[in-house]
């Protein structure tokens, strides 16, 4: 699904913004995203969509993570265009994080949700 998909950061007048907290650790990063054949998303590709972006526990030093649990709303057809989306991470608590993703359409409108809880790789020796 990566390779199909521009996820390049495009966001104009915002920043990619990343949060670092010693404990409860988090990040948070907004970007645009559409396919790069320039096909239009539809409601059965906002379900894959919402998970075609990085992880963001990479940002918090972390070499990956495996999901155990995902949770997708499709809220509505999105609008033709770009799709604005914002990833977060609020906890990463005994080897498990968890991430929340949105997708919002060229209208403003929020169109998809995930949440998702995974599991880190456990510490090298």
Request: proline share 6%; aromatic share 8%.
């Amino acid at each position: 699904m990566n390779r199909a998909v521009d996820d390049g950061v495009h966001w104009p007048g915002r920043m990619t913004e990343h949060e670092f907290a010693h404990r409860g650790a988090r990040a948070r990063m907004e970007f645009w995203m559409r396919f790069r054949d320039g096909r239009e998303a539809d409601p059965l590709s906002l379900a894959a969509l919402v998970d075609a972006a990085a992880p963001m526990i990479l940002d918090l030093g972390e070499i990956g993570s495996a999901t155990i649990e995902v949770s997708v709303h499709v809220r509505a057809r999105p609008a033709p265009g770009w799709l604005a989306c914002r990833a977060r991470t609020r906890f990463v608590i005994d080897g498990y994080h968890d991430e929340d993703f949105e997708i919002w359409d060229s209208a403003g409108r929020l169109v998809a949700q995930s949440r998702q809880l995974a599991l880190l790789p456990s510490p090298r020796p």
